[in-house]
Structure formats: structure tokens, C-alpha cells
């Protein structure tokens, strides 16, 4: 982790907010996914036991994939930054040049938007998690549930620049209206995990 933090306030532009947005979430899915491992094979919740098994291996899934984007990220950007960097002499280059990075941004919107997709999926787990999970230590699913809301967002900007930057008018529209649809479907869930989580602090139960 130090070593990711020390990458993120250097000087290189990569990896950036992307990553971070990954990194971020991946964090929120572990919370829920060690919850689930707290209540699993524990007496007093046998009655979840197949839903916590559920959520910790949907969590753990979610954690995994969420790396990996994290990673896609950095090297989407690579790909941007190099077609930027192309000659530009003459005509024929200019156009090889707008087409490369017509192209890497193109790559480069995918893994955000997939990134945004991912973490609507931790908060729908999350949501299932708040009312079962050893309520001991369901503040920890609050955490993860607001930690994959902010990476959400966060990757929703990454989305929105890279759409800003973009000449393909249709591809743009596109990106942006798969945007809209992942971030209406995980609207209010947030507030609803962190409303049923409270609910169960100890002295509320």
C-alpha cells in the first residue's frame, strides 16, 4: 500500500484517479467480504449461513476484479498518453495520429465505465449484507459500501473526461448513456446500507 501511494504522488500521471478509484473500491468489497467471513460458522447465524457463504465469495470476485481494472487502468492511460505523443508532420500522420487516440480513449473510457459497473455490483452485495451480516462488525460493510459509492463516482469522472475529449460523437453518446444506467441503478443504495447497518449497532437491536 505504500509503495501504490508513493507511485500515485509522484510525478508520472500514471497510475492516477483511475487506479485509485479501483484500489478504492477493491477496499470496500474486502470489508464486505471479512464480514461474511465473521459470520460464517458462527451458531448464532446458522440460519444466513449459505447467504453470508454467498456474499463473501460474490465479495471476494468483486475484490479480484476490481485489481484488475485497477491495473487496466494504469495501462489504458499508457496507451492515451503514447498516441498523444505520435508525430503530426503532415496530414497523413495527423489523421494516424487522431485515429490512435480516438482509439486509446475509447479503450481508455471502457475500463472506467467497467470500473463504475463493478462497484454498483459491491454496493448491491453490500445492500444484501447490512441486514444479515454479525452485526458486530457491520460497520464494516458501511465502510465498504460508501468506500465502492465514492470509487463509483470517482470513476464516473474518469468516464465523463475521456467522453469530453472524444471526436466520435455516436461513441460518446453511447459511454455516457451506459454511464447514466450504472449510476441510476445504484442510486440511494448507499444511504439504504448505511440506514439498515445503523439500525443494528449494538443498543439499536
Known sequence: M???????GSSEPAPGGGAASGVTAALGAALVQMTANLT??????????????????RAAELRQRLMQLADADA?????????????????????ARS???????????????????ICADVLE???EAAPILNPTVISDVLVGALLADAALRSAAVNVEI????????????RFSSQLEN?????????????NTGRSRFPGKV
Open 125 to 127: 452485495v453490500a445492500e
Open 182 to 194: 450504472v449510476s441510476s441503478a445504484a442510486h440511494g443504495r448507499v444511504e439504504r446500507v448505511v
Open 40 to 57: 460464517v460458522g458462527r451458531a448464532r447465524f446458522a440460519d444466513v449461513e449459505e447467504q453470508a457463504q454467498r456474499i463473501g465469495q
Open 75 to 95: 495501462e489504458a492511460f499508457d496507451r492515451v498518453s503514447a498516441a498523444y505523443k505520435l508525430p503530426r508532420a503532415d496530414d497523413a500522420a495527423r489523421r
Open 162 to 173: 475521456n467522453v469530453a475529449s472524444m471526436t466520435d460523437t455516436a461513441a460518446a453518446e
Open 99 to 117: 485515429q490512435a487516440i480516438e482509439s486509446a480513449l475509447v479503450s481508455a473510457t471502457e475500463v472506467p465505465l467497467e470500473t463504475a459497473r
Open 2 to 8: 505504500g509503495e501504490l501511494l508513493q507511485r500515485l
